[in-house]
Structure formats: structure tokens, C-alpha cells
């Protein structure tokens, strides 16, 4: 179903600890995307790799942090500088960096903060 | 920065009805305007999406209408049935500092249809 996973699909995590979310994806494609899904506030992007070795802040980047050391991997920290950090995320992939090319996305981890 | 409006949040129609979604946008720069639709407990998938030198596409019961004078696209689903029920993004390109490129996505419709 798209090449793409996430793991795990539920985090839970207590207040002060970093987590990692895992993205994986077998489409050798070169862009890969972070974004977080709020009700009612859709998708918003949290950071972008257009390349390996290369990485943008999206609109919503403080209290995360992400590395490109693969292609194939694009994982996401969400730090204990992140302040409201419950929702669902999605990662996302695509042939190019380019905004008209078709995204597909992950199954998405829900991340729960006690 | 830039923002795309969705409206309605919530769309209730009956089976074989007509529904449209509304999204406009405030980047004059946009010129790509995808659909994306996320089932219940499942990923976001592309529908359908247009450009702006284009004001309409049709693909079998969907279709997207774009007027870039008013900043504005919509999505139009016709004899709706069960299984369109869904949460509906649209979404318009935007352009980071350096050149990058990326989508601004819109709050999302939830359609339900009855039978």
C-alpha cells in the first residue's frame, strides 16, 4: 500500500523524554515530508528533505528535529522543547522536490504525551 | 504567510447527491492545486489536481473548477455513494525561502453520505 511505512503506530511518551518516529520508504523516491494532523487544522508541515544529507523547517519545525542519512529514512524527534506534542503524523514521500509532484503518505504514528 | 480556507468542515448529503468543497488560497504565487482524501483510519491519497492554466478537470464523478482571479478552486463529486464518504484536503503550492517549493494544505471537509 504505497511503499511507505511508520512505526510505531501508537507512542506513548511522558512529559521531559525525546521520542523518534520512524519513516521508511522503498520508492526510491527523493523527497520525503513530516507533517502533524490536528482536528480541524489539517496538515501542517513540520520539516522537508529534498535530498540525502539535506533537510527545511516547515512552518511548524520547533521541538522537532529530523535527520536524512538514507534515502530510504527520514526519521522525526520530537524533543521535550515541543510543546504540545499529541497528534497524529504523517510522513510523506515523492519522486521530486518539486510541490506538483503527487505525495504519498505513511499510515501515520499517533503520539500520546502522559 | 501563506493560508488556504476549506469550507464547509462538515458536508452531510444523501446518496446520488451532488457535493462541493471550497478552498481559497492567499499565495498568488500558487499554481498547483491538488485534492487529497483520507478515509476513515487510512492514509491521504490523491484524487485529483489541476494547474492554474487550467479552469477545469474532470475525472469520471469528480471534477475541480479553479478561478485564479478570485483565488479560489473547488471540488464537485457527483451522484455521491457510500464510499466517498471521507475527510477531503485541498491544498495550493507555496514557496519557501531558497527557492523550495511545498503545499499549504486547507482544514479538511468531512463528507458523509447517507444512503
Known amino acids: 500500500d504505497g511503499g511507505i511505512t511508520q512505526s510505531p503506530k501508537y507512542l506513548f511518551r511522558k512529559e521531559g523524554q525525546n521520542v523518534t518516529l520512524s519513516c521508511e520508504q522503498n520508492l526510491n523516491h527523493d523527497a520525503m515530508y513530516w507533517y502533524r494532523q490536528d482536528p480541524g487544522q489539517g496538515l501542517r508541515l513540520i520539516y522537508y528533505s529534498q535530498i540525502v544529507n539535506d533537510f527545511q523547517k516547515g512552518d511548524i519545525a520547533e521541538g522537532y528535529s529530523v535527520s536524512r542519512e538514507k534515502k530510504e529514512s527520514f526519521p522525526l524527534t520530537v524533543t521535550s522543547a515541543q510543546k504540545n506534542p499529541t497528534a497524529f503524523y504523517l510522513c510523506a514521500s515523492s519522486i521530486g522536490p518539486s510541490a506538483y509532484n503527487e505525495q504519498f503518505f505513511g499510515p501515520g504514528t499517533r503520539l500520546t504525551v502522559l | 504567510g501563506e493560508n488556504v480556507e476549506q469550507h464547509p468542515s462538515t458536508l452531510s448529503v444523501q446518496e446520488g447527491d451532488s457535493a462541493v468543497i471550497k478552498c481559497t488560497y492567499s499565495?498568488?504565487?500558487?499554481?498547483?492545486f491538488p485534492w487529497y482524501k483520507q478515509e476513515l483510519g487510512k492514509r491521504p491519497q490523491l484524487i485529483i489536481d489541476?494547474?492554474?492554466?487550467?479552469g477545469e478537470k474532470k475525472d469520471q464523478r469528480i471534477a475541480v473548477t479553479l478561478n485564479k482571479t478570485a483565488k479560489h478552486f473547488s471540488l464537485h463529486i457527483t451522484e455521491t455513494q457510500p464510499e466517498d464518504s471521507a475527510v477531503y484536503f485541498c491544498?495550493?503550492?507555496?514557496?519557501?525561502?531558497?527557492?523550495?517549493?511545498?503545499?499549504?494544505f486547507g482544514a479538511g471537509t468531512r463528507l458523509a453520505v447517507h444512503p
Open positions: 489541476i494547474r492554474s492554466n487550467v
Open positions: 491544498a495550493a503550492s507555496a514557496y519557501f525561502s531558497g527557492g523550495y517549493n511545498k503545499l499549504i
Open positions: 499565495d498568488s504565487a500558487s499554481n498547483y
